[in-house]
Nanobody, 122 residues
Framework: QVQLVESGGGLVQPGGSLRLTCVAT?????????MGWYRQAPEKQREMVAT???????KFVDTVKGRFTISRDDAKKAVYLQMNTLKPEDTAVYYC???????????????WGQGTQVTVSS
């Protein structure tokens, strides 16, 4: 019932910037709650990068705090990740996640996008 599509990844030099976009397609009976971005580098575990709640409250992993910004547009059913001052350590596949469910119940599910590659290299 919920599908996510990411875009905006690519190759950038250290110190550069990228803006990732994730757009959700959801049936009208469901609502999207917290949305976020996760990343996974080769041979490393997937980690949370940033999340944003419906209230606008945000959380970031310490390594990106001050460099990345997460935002959402509920009218467009989209979440964005603005990445500035990129470092080689940021290289990973970035995945969008959305928690969703019926507002009248406490049941929540999570959907994932297909991922978009971000490579930071000179």
């Amino acid at each position: 019932q919920v599908q996510l599509v990411e875009s905006g990844g690519g190759l950038v030099q250290p110190g550069g910037s990228l803006r990732l976009t994730c757009v959700a397609t959801v049936e009208s009976s469901f609502k999207i709650f917290t949305m976020g971005w996760y990343r996974q580098a080769p041979e490393k575990q997937r980690e949370m990068v940033a999340t944003i709640a419906t209230s606008g409250n945000t959380k970031f992993v310490d390594t990106v705090k001050g460099r990345f910004t997460i935002s959402r547009d509920d009218a467009k059913k989209a979440v964005y990740l603005q990445m500035n001052t990129l470092k080689p350590e940021d290289t990973a596949v970035y995945y969008c996640q959305a928690e969703w469910g019926r507002p009248s119940t406490s049941i929540r599910r999570a959907s994932w996008g297909q991922g978009t590659q971000v490579t930071v290299s000179s």
